[in-house]
């Protein structure tokens, strides 16, 4: 049977991050930071993976995990690797050193914005009709993104990149899976999320859904002001509780009892504010896998809308590009189903030269598409200063 190298010795997230090479599988949260290299098995569809896991051994008393990125639409193939050695390390944040600067990366860029900002404004303005009624399909809440072409005058370094989204944000989840090459060699899904899809532990289970938004500022004093704004704003609360709805819906059969709090509470990243609930719970069967919780779950109304396929069928005639693994999920699961996911935000693909970064919102009958515009201008710059580029898009 192929074995799984497990290696747990002493090493430290930052270590991880220092041995990284792209091809690798990282993944860090806040409680443990994992790298996975080299390849023992893969799997397209997450239903396969208890029988793709149950015929590996590790030469440790762990059992074998598989990491990997699920796409946005479901019916496309997910990529998901069974490593042949995996590195395990306390999270980032265990250590007391402060946040490192970003080093940028060296060259130039040239950056296509698709659609354009005008056009992203008039595609909101298309989603609000949608949500008027006219279609039927009592479509409550739709999420629209863009994207930005980012080509740059060197490949990319992406183990700079990842190195510079983890070291700035320790206590989020940064992540770098590797994804099947398209043209230009190795392509990597790189990003740092917010947003805890699911996390099971024996028989326990959580989901962190974020929805409701608000860019930083610099000022404090405005800073605070649009915390309050943002925790206060009718319109934000709803388009927060139809996430919390949907999760809790997926989550209430698989569980005997559910911890949802009555009210969203803020959090921060350094880039955004956000409505944040964490739902909690007990699983009726221990047994049941992390990533059959995934598929309950995914796509949740913070990143596709609500109903879902209503929502779906806007995304897809809106925007014009296909989203890819972008608002899918990554994070790992071992063959015992426990194992963490995350909302597949705040990211780019990168193959070569190129990255394609992404940042959507959610759109209910109140927003405003100026102010979603520059939502996602504000959660592009994560990526963007990840890279060095110090500019609004
Ligand atoms: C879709 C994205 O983010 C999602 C949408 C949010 C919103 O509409 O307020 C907030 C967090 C995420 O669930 C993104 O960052 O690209």
Not at 67 to 86: K, Q
Not at 188 to 206: F, H, M, N, Q
Request: hydrophobic fraction near 40%; include cysteine.
């Amino acid at each position: 049977m192929p074995q799984q190298r497990v290696v747990t010795s002493a090493s430290t997230a930052g270590d991880l991050l220092d041995h990284y090479r792209p091809g690798d599988s990282f993944f860090s949260s806040a409680a443990r930071a994992v790298r996975g290299e080299g390849v023992l098995a893969t799997a397209t569809r997450i239903d396969d993976l208890p029988t793709v896991l149950s015929g590996i051994d590790t030469d440790d008393s762990q059992p074998p995990i598989a990491m990997g990125a699920l796409p946005f639409d479901p019916a496309e193939p997910a990529h998901l690797v069974v490593p042949s050695t995996v590195c395990w390390a306390p999270p980032l944040a265990a250590h007391a050193a402060a946040p490192v600067a970003r080093r940028p990366l060296a060259g130039t860029w040239s950056i296509t914005p698709v659609p354009p900002p005008a056009e992203h404004v008039a595609a909101v303005e298309q989603a609000l009709k949608l949500l008027a009624g006219a279609s039927g399909e009592g479509l409550r809440k739709v999420v629209l993104a863009r994207c930005l072409r980012v080509r740059g005058s060197e490949p990319v370094d992406v183990a700079q990149v990842l190195a510079n989204l983890a070291r700035r944000d320790r206590s989020g989840f940064t992540f770098a899976m590797n994804l099947p090459e398209r043209a230009a060699g190795t392509r990597t899904l790189i990003g740092a999320s917010p947003e805890l899809l699911v996390a099971k532990r024996g028989r326990s289970v959580t989901s962190n859904p974020l929805a409701g938004s608000a860019p930083r500022s610099a000022d404090p004093t405005l800073d605070q002001q649009r915390a309050v704004a943002l925790l206060t704003s009718a319109k934000d609360r709803y388009e927060h509780a139809v996430v919390v709805d949907a999760v809790v819906e997926a989550l209430r059969p698989h569980c005997r009892g559910l911890d949802v709090p009555a009210e969203p509470e803020l959090i921060g990243t350094a880039t955004m504010w956000h409505l944040s609930t964490r739902v909690s719970g007990e699983l009726r069967d221990p047994t049941t896998p992390s990533h059959t919780l995934v598929k309950a779950l995914h796509p949740t109304p913070a990143v596709c809308g609500t109903p879902t396929a209503a929502a779906h069928r806007a995304i897809t005639g809106i925007e014009p590009f296909d989203r890819g693994f972008y608002t899918g999920a990554v994070g790992y699961t071992d063959a015992a189903g426990d194992g963490e996911w995350v909302v597949t935000i705040r990211c780019a693909d990168t193959e070569g030269r190129d990255l394609e970064l992404f940042a959507g919102g959610g759109i209910v009958p109140e927003s405003d598409p100026e102010a979603e515009l520059a939502e996602t201008s504000a959660k592009l710059r994560t990526l963007l200063l990840a890279l060095g580029i110090n500019q609004s898009l």
